[in-house]
């Protein structure tokens, strides 16, 4: 087994919604990104890439790269579980954290929960915290992602 952490952070900018953990939430601004912004399934992507010596996700996604212009990072996400799976690991758990003042999470976290579990695996669980009005996070210039990974070799695919 092995595990990862994951950090991402977006600033908020021009828009009405922003992704998170997979979910589209309406929002009085959107976030300034390359693709959809959405820090947990960023987080996520690393604490992964991160717990199986992979790389990170600006390796595999760079912000270089016009085709991940806009993307949904759902899809980074499935490929990144792809990733894994070529090299004989399998998401075992993954918790994220998810700091902003706004939104708030627990009327979507249930969603969020599912659809993450759902593409990953297996159980991904989302917190929210705030920063108490500490900082340009607590100012509600942004929003930030830490997420755990936990990983196992598949035993199907090792001897």
């Not at 708030?104 to 593409?119: C, F, G, H, N, V």
């Not at 695996?121 to 500490?134: H, L, M, T």
């Not at 997420?147 to 035993?155: H, K, S, V």
């Amino acid at each position: 087994m092995r595990i990862g952490s994951g950090f991402d952070v977006h600033a908020f900018g021009p828009g009405d919604s922003i992704a998170l953990g997979g979910v589209r939430i309406p929002h009085s601004r959107g976030v300034i990104a390359h693709s959809d912004g959405d820090v947990v399934l960023h987080a996520l992507c690393d604490a992964m890439l991160g717990a199986a010596g992979l790389g990170d996700i600006g390796m595999h996604f760079p912000d270089t790269d016009p085709r991940w212009a806009g993307a949904d990072s759902i899809e980074m996400l499935r490929h990144v579980v792809d990733v894994l799976a070529n090299d004989a690991w399998v998401p075992v758990n993954i918790d994220c954290a998810v700091v902003c003042e706004r939104p708030k999470l627990a009327p979507r976290r249930d969603e969020m929960q599912a659809t993450l579990t759902s593409a990953v695996g297996a159980p991904v669980s989302v917190k929210g915290n705030r920063a108490e009005q500490i900082g340009a996070i607590g100012a509600g210039e942004g929003i930030v992602c830490f997420a755990t990974a936990l990983i196992a070799r598949d035993a199907k695919e090792t001897p």
